[in-house]
């Protein structure tokens, strides 16, 4: 049980004082951890909460909204107005940026994904919440959707909270990556998972299968090298893993290594990729670095693209730093080809 643990608290407080920081961050986050928390008590208590099936809606992506889409996007909203640390908000399900009462407004900029992997929620999955905080840009007091668009290196923290066996939060903030396990009982998060790393090498791929003929060549290269095992160039044999959840997928990432892959394909260039750059990829990639691991999308690294649009989209490969090294020098020998 949590026994003498350090709490989230207590781990942030110490954290600041090191770097003379003034506590506004700890405070955000404890109002952040309040709509995890609550929506971490509806998944566990699932159809007995009403909290299952379709809301009947679509959101901004034109993805069908689960009632618990909705719920833990009002969650996150509610939690993170009057706490007077937030300039605005932007989250999956909704359209523009979400304004805070000048009455409550503070420095920072909260996006999020409030319950990602949705789709398994009505099967048992494990799924999560993911988000990322900016400062917001000097001199301005009401932020517009453009003062989000920063890109994923002026992050001053990302986590997610994935709610499986047991609700945990992973989180940086600039000074490597450390987990939390929630005690239900107390209803609080207690650091069991100090300086979580990488491991540089894998044998473990994630990637969704039913799209192989869709993808480019160096992804084709890649999972056929794996798929080839001792007999082919690798020399080993390669497992693969997919949860359709990001949040889970990258949580088995952080904690045994493995590579995790939404690449661009034929079906969706034009979106420009499946994952969204500011409040998936972005948060996902500062965890992942702080890790010791590496996050592109095959050609650039995903923390320095310039954000063009809010739910603007990327390509996604991250994880075990020499596996995504592989994947890139892929990318650039295909593309000297071509
Ligand atoms: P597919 C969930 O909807 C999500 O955004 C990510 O969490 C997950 O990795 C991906 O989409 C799954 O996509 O095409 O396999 O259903």
């Known amino acids: 049980m949590s026994g003498y643990r350090k709490t989230l608290t207590h781990f942030l407080i110490e954290e600041q004082r090191l770097r003379q920081g003034e506590g506004v961050l700890t405070l955000l986050l404890a109002d952040v951890m309040t709509a995890c928390k609550t929506i971490s008590d509806l ?12 809301h009947g809606t679509e959101n901004v992506q034109g993805e069908e909204q689960k009632k618990l889409d909705v719920q833990s996007n009002e969650l996150f909203k509610f939690c993170n107005t009057i706490g007077g640390h937030l300039a605005g908000m932007a989250s999956e399900e909704e359209d523009d940026i979400v304004t805070v009462p000048a009455e409550y407004r503070g420095r920072y900029l909260l996006l999020f994904d409030p319950l990602d992997g949705s789709s398994n929620i009505d099967v048992n999955v494990s799924v999560g919440s ?4 900016l400062r917001c840009p000097e001199g301005i007091d009401t932020p517009c959707a453009e003062d989000f668009l920063q890109p994923g290196t002026e992050q001053v923290c990302a986590g997610y909270t994935v709610y499986g066996p047991s609700t945990m939060l992973v989180i940086t903030t600039g000074d490597g990556v450390n987990g939390f396990t929630m005690d239900r009982n107390v209803g609080e998060f207690f650091l069991t998972h100090p300086d979580l790393t990488i491991p540089e090498e894998t044998k473990e791929f994630a990637i969704n299968m039913s799209n192989q003929r869709h993808w480019e060549k160096p992804v084709q290269r890649y999972i056929d090298e794996c798929l080839q095992g001792t007999e082919g160039p690798r020399g080993r044999d390669f497992n693969m893993r997919w949860v359709a959840s990001m949040v889970a997928d990258v949580h088995r990432i952080i904690s045994r290594g493995g590579v995790f892959m939404y690449p661009i394909d034929d079906r969706i260039r034009e979106k420009g990729g499946k994952l969204r750059l500011m409040y998936e990829a972005n948060p996902m990639s500062f965890i992942i670095e702080q890790a010791g691991g590496m996050s592109s999308t095959g050609r650039e690294r995903i923390m320095e693209l310039q954000p063009k649009e809010l739910h603007q989209r990327v390509p996604v490969i991250l ?5 995504v090294e592989r994947i890139v020098s892929y990318h650039e020998e295909a593309d000297q080809e071509a």
Do not use: Q, Y
Request: no cysteine; charged share 25%.
């Open 43 to 54: 998944v566990d208590h699932g159809e007995l909460a009403g909290a299952l099936g379709t």
């Open 319 to 323: 994880g075990s730093k020499k596996e």
């Open 130 to 133: 993911i988000f990322s905080i």
